[in-house]
């Protein structure tokens, strides 16, 4: 929380990928490409093949929590609250709260705004359940408008959960997208949450075909708050071939 929600570092970080995604967006504006950056039905990541772009405008496609808003209020009460509460109660309440208690990611505003300019429709794609709440909390934050069903998808829309990939496919049957951006992998592929230990998801975001994509099509901002990637224990994160101590001691 210190580091997301209060360090000038992460401010950075989050407005390096926004500038570089509007770079990207205003450079394939000018030359549109065949294929969008979201995965087909039948793809892999060791084949990664793309659902195509003819006949479609062009659209960016983002998560909504930690990527293109920060969830002050909701994270302030996580820290600062009773700790006997349980979450799903509280975050429900989040949802259809007025969203006063929210901040655009640093960038967010700008790039969206500029986005847009250039024809862009923005897509917002969460695992939020409440719709109206979450246009809401878009609309406080200065990212609006976020319209239910054309360019605002809840994890309600589809019978798959918190598995994004359905109403990723929705979107680009409609739309050429061109940039996608999120907090956690699952914002890009669900094949990333396939079962795997830590150094194999870590893997698969570094094959040859899919390490191309990050800052080309796909865009990630911080969250070191929560998600899958806060997984593994001291020798999951280490490889054993390159641990360290002093001479002499364990």
Not at 11 to 19: G, L
Request: include cysteine.
């Amino acid at each position: 929380m210190q580091y997301l929600y209060g360090s000038a570092e992460a401010d950075a970080i989050s407005r390096q990928a926004w500038n570089a995604l509007v770079t990207y967006a205003a450079d394939k504006v000018r030359r549109p490409p065949r294929d969008s950056v979201v995965l087909d039905e039948d793809a892999t990541l060791d084949n990664p093949r793309f659902v195509s772009c003819a006949g479609k405008r062009p659209a960016a496609v983002f998560d909504v929590d930690e990527t293109v808003l920060l969830n002050l209020g909701f994270e302030h009460d996580d820290l600062t609250g009773r700790a006997d509460r349980a979450f799903p109660g509280r975050w429900s309440a989040w949802e259809k709260s007025n969203g006063h208690a929210v901040l655009p990611t640093p960038g967010a505003a700008a790039a969206i705004a500029e986005l847009r300019t250039m024809g862009v429709t923005v897509v917002f794609n969460t695992n939020r359940d409440d719709a109206a709440g979450t246009a809401r909390a878009i609309e406080a934050a200065g990212l609006g408008p976020a319209v239910h069903g054309d360019t605002l998808f809840v994890r309600t829309d589809t019978n798959t959960g918190d598995i994004k990939d359905a109403r990723r496919w929705r979107i680009a049957d409609r739309y050429c997208v061109i940039a996608m951006g999120g907090d956690q992998l699952g914002d890009f592929s669900e094949l990333f949450n396939d079962p795997a230990s830590v150094s194999q998801r870590r893997a698969r975001a570094d094959g040859p075909r899919i390490a191309a994509l990050w800052g080309r099509g796909w865009f990630v901002f911080p969250n070191p708050v929560y998600g899958k990637a806060l997984k593994g224990a001291a020798d999951d994160i280490f490889p054993a071939d390159r641990r360290w101590h002093p001479t002499g001691e364990q």
